[in-house]
């Protein structure tokens, strides 16, 4: 099968690889990709801010429809057509019924290694191995309107990512909310808060494209300034303290101390960009503004089952962050193209 | 009048000041104080921790009598029985209508200035005048009975500091708690996670005064052990996971991360601990466990009309954590007692 594999920095290729095999835990299933997309966390390595082993598979977010499931599937069936979140879980563990599914005890990672030490296939392929079938795959039921896929590939991670920072930071009916970051999470994110109800939105954005993707989702407002300048328009917008809820969606020391800044005290920031440079909280700042910090690393797997009936009834179209499609063999001008900001998120279809 | 004063590490004395007069905004009160106490936040510059300018007036918590009140004064009278929170606030700015009276815009911290640039007592004195007096004293309903005094004081600060720490920590019916910190702080804590219905309270604590304290507050267990091993023991006791909730009440570098590393995954921490030290919170650790982190200085203002009712009929009594009782005039020997661990939290009575 073809396959994405990173070869180190700005190095994509797309190549042919063995087809997976189950594994034989039983629990496994194979994934026909049906569509999948690159990650603005997949852009950290193509740069070379993070340094994994090359060659390795790349690739988190797809959907599909299941070719085969070992014998010990009982919850999926073949020919579902199935969403995956960024991660593969148990579903049954403390932590999965909890609704904490990334921490979940036997928890794997695409590109990575599953539970059991068995390596694992990336999700810009063509096939997937997914070893934990019945606690990771939802189901979608019968056979989605093929217009409806980039939005069901959205419940994979970037929607529901951007849901977990809305959710991180206590977003509600009536919430002030900002977010920090225009690329397809903080987009998303805008999105999430007015679907929870949230009645003012600041999207915090500099292009004119993602600043009219951003209306589309719901932003009231639209903020172009940074830093001291940003902080002092956001406190002038609500009542001279600021909104209730900032989230931030990028993961840089500067977009951080922007939130946290930004929030009002006792608000909340909910966070989800990956913390790259290690950006360290100042204890004192949140002691005294008791401005909470909360998010991470989202849930999705626990949250799809609530959301993709509005996808599928068409309310939500959280799908509108793809702008550009790429054949998966050209998956290498799918990462120039988010790394050169000309595509705010790419899909790629095999 | 006699009032206490700090002048430098361990040096605490209690001398003749002049007494308070009306400041002419038309908005103070004068109160004669019945009872004040000395806080553990009190021993950081006891200690020379912190540096503050000395001699200063020292004390933050009392509870007293209505002396005196200016033209402006709406809401209290001479004669009321009152609770002053640990700071001064206006009660009507964006803040405090929001509950976070303690970012009050007008803000003022006793022994320090108040909003209009005058010098403020300290609260362990025999009178304080009260800046905002509308807006900072909670009126007591008629003479309170002289045995409810030690309660109604922990409504001054300590235990809503307590159950700010719970509050911030998400506690709720059901929820699984530990608290970090065995004085009087986070013994309140417990009796707040009690109050808000949590099911498990674990007590940290290594000394058996306050070990009998918690049980008596609704602790349900007690560990003594800290750091790795106080961790392994929380994991195990909650499904290998830990508890919902840590209530971090001490300040520390070392508390802070005993409390971080206790939660559950998807868990929070709640903390009201002054941060001395200047602990930075690890963003990257936060991402992966999805543990938030929230709280500081606790606007008790904002919730003592909710849990005076409970404190006035009997049902709640946070006023144990009083284990010894000092005249005004020998504030310096309930400084040492503090310092010295020999009693969890002094009363001071002029």
Redesign the interface.
């Known amino acids: 099968m073809r396959a994405t594999l990173l070869y180190g920095e700005r190095d994509i290729r797309s190549e042919q690889v063995p087809d997976p095999v189950l594994s034989g835990t039983g629990r496994d299933a194979v994934v026909r990709v049906t569509a999948a997309c690159v990650c603005g966390s997949d852009l950290w390595p193509y740069r070379g801010v993070t340094h994994p082993d090359v060659p390795r598979r790349i690739g988190h977010e797809f959907v599909g429809v299941v070719e085969e499931v070992a014998a010990g599937v009982t919850r999926v069936r073949v020919g579902d057509t199935v969403i995956a979140p960024f991660y593969d879980c148990c579903g049954v563990c ?2 999965c019924v ?3 599914t ?2 979940c ?1 036997e928890l794997g990672w695409w590109g990575g290694e599953d539970h059991w030490g068995h390596a694992t296939d990336g999700g810009q392929g063509e096939f997937v191995r997914v070893p934990h079938a019945d606690g990771t795959l939802q189901v979608v039921p019968g056979t989605p309107d093929p217009e409806l896929i980039p939005s069901l590939l959205t419940l994979s991670d970037v929607f529901l990512t951007g849901h977990h920072a809305a959710v ?1 930071g206590g977003v509600g009916p009536g919430s002030t909310v900002a977010v920090v970051g225009d690329g397809a999470v903080g987009l998303s994110a805008v999105l999430a808060a007015r679907r929870l109800g949230a009645e003012r939105i600041v999207a915090m954005s500099r292009h004119a494209d993602r600043q009219a993707v951003a209306r589309s989702f719901g932003a009231t407002d639209v903020v172009a300034e940074r830093g001291d300048e940003g902080v002092a328009i956001l406190k002038d917008m609500f ?3 600021g909104p209730d809820a900032v989230l931030e969606c990028v993961g840089t020391k500067e977009s ?1 101390d922007q939130a946290l800044r930004s929030a ?3 608000g ?1 920031v909910g ?1 989800v960009g ?2 790259n440079g ?7 700042t ?12 989202a ?1 999705v797997r626990s949250y799809v089952e609530e959301i993709l009936p509005e996808v599928l009834d068409g309310s939500l179209a959280p799908g509108a962050v793809f702008d550009r499609e790429f054949a998966l063999s050209d998956a290498a001008d799918a990462y120039r193209a988010m790394d050169e900001r000309r595509t705010i998120k790419a899909l790629l279809r095999p």
């Open positions: 403390a932590n909890r609704g904490v990334t921490s005890l991180s009542d001279g303290i951080m009002r005290p006792g909340q966070f990956v913390p290690g950006p360290e909280l100042p204890m004192r949140m002691f005294s503004t008791n401005v909470g910090v909360r998010g991470g690393v849930p």
